[in-house]
């Protein structure tokens, strides 16, 4: 059974940091794309950022570049979201996912598996 487990949502001020972790198990992930997306309340789920099977190559929403590092350790099967430089509009829950696809990786449809979340809340 395949499982990605957020964790480190919490409660922060406006020009602080957190980050995120995602342990993956059921599956290897140096065989998948990976990727953080969030989910404000009333909003659609939004493209965070991915990161391709090596760690080389890395995409980043256009509201989160240069404030957020994703990161992967394939040997521990873990993805990380350095947060930085949070604003309170960063507040949502974070979601990690999983792809074995080759599509578009900002692309909600493009994941085949997904955590239950972790909320994120960035105080003004």
């Known amino acids: 059974q395949v499982q990605l487990v957020e964790s480190g949502g919490s409660l922060v001020q406006a020009g602080g940091s957190l980050r995120l972790s995602c342990a993956v198990s059921?599956?290897?992930?140096?065989?998948?794309?990976m990727g953080w997306f969030r989910q404000a309340p009333g909003k659609e789920r939004e493209f965070v950022a991915g990161?391709?099977?090596?760690?080389?190559?890395?995409y980043y929403g256009d509201s989160v570049k240069g404030r957020f590092l994703i990161s992967r350790d394939n040997a521990k099967n873990l993805v990380a979201l350095q947060m930085n430089s949070l604003k309170p509009e960063d507040t949502a829950v974070y979601y990690c996912a999983a792809t074995s696809g080759y599509g578009y990786i900002k692309s909600v449809s493009e994941y085949h598996y997904w955590g239950q979340g972790t909320q994120v809340t960035v105080s003004s």
């Open positions: 990161v391709e099977w090596s760690g080389r190559y890395k």
């Open positions: 059921g599956l290897t992930i140096n065989n998948y794309r």
